[in-house]
Antibody, heavy 123, light 108 residues
Framework: QITLKESGPTLVKPTQTLTLTCTFS??????????VGWIRQPPGKALEWLAL???????RYSPSLKSRLTITKDTSKNQVVLTMTNMDPVDTATYYCAHRPSLPGTRDYFDYWGQGTLVTVSS | SYELTQPPSVSVSPGQTARITCSGD??????AYWYQQKPGQAPVLVIYKDSERPSGIPERFSGSSSGTTVTLTISGVQAEDEADYYCQSADSSGTYAVFGGGTQLTVL
């Protein structure tokens, strides 16, 4: 079955760069149509889509955060890494990675999610 | 940037029907997806491609689309359905994903 798990620091200081790793199993990121995305959720607030990487290394970013985000994949390790620069307290959130299925005729959506990891930005 | 609009809250009594709407200009062109999120848990996909139900999701969950509005309907609401519900779609060009602001469903 498909599983994903996020890992990374729980606390970062303002202006620092956040690096999160999504380690997954049950699928391959070399399979046509498949992708892995990142979504975050500030405490008590709504979900916000951040970025997505596809099997062919195509990458998409949230327009509002594009300048601060980088997403990469290591297919051999079954990992996807998200970096976010210049962290601010407003970036405090639970960060989720999720599986984007390969379903003809559809755009991006997520059928399996990791448990999420809470990242707090504070000095 | 593109936005999806949901009502902040919906309340229903057990056994009644709950309808949660989501509005967006690109919805006639892009499919909508719905997620259920209970406190402290990751979201769960309950509807994809406007009206398809993933395996394991109860039949009381259904979706529909009409113009710029999509609707999640929960028939015969149960106490366990109390959760936040999020719609998700894409911008008109399909370049990036976007989530609605979420709707808190309260079962009275």
């Amino acid at each position: 079955q498909i599983t994903l798990k996020e890992s990374g620091p729980t606390l970062v200081k303002p202006t620092q760069t956040l690096t999160l790793t999504c380690t997954f199993s049950g699928f391959s990121l070399s399979t046509s149509g498949v992708g892995v995305g990142w979504i975050r959720q500030p405490p008590g607030k709504a979900l916000e889509w951040l970025a997505l990487i596809y099997w062919d290394d195509d990458k998409r970013y949230s327009p509002s955060l594009k300048s601060r985000l980088t997403i990469t994949k290591d297919t051999s390790k079954n990992q996807v890494v998200l970096t976010m620069t210049n962290m601010d307290p407003v970036d405090t959130a639970t960060y989720y990675c999720a599986h984007r299925p390969s379903l003809p005729g559809t755009r991006d959506y997520f059928d399996y999610w990791g448990q999420g990891t809470l990242v707090t930005v504070s000095s | 940037s593109y936005e999806l609009t949901q009502p902040p809250s919906v309340s229903v009594s057990p056994g009644q029907t709950a309808r949660i709407t989501c509005s967006g200009d690109a919805l006639p062109k892009q499919y909508a997806y719905w997620y259920q999120q209970k406190p402290g848990q990751a979201p769960v996909l309950v509807i994809y491609k406007d009206s398809e139900r993933p395996s394991g999701i109860p039949e009381r969950f259904s979706g529909s689309s009409s113009g710029t509005t999509v609707t999640l309907t929960i028939s015969g609401v149960q106490a366990e359905d109390e959760a936040d519900y999020y719609c998700q779609s894409a911008d008109s060009s399909g370049t990036y994903a976007v989530f609605g602001g979420g709707t808190q469903l309260t079962v009275l």
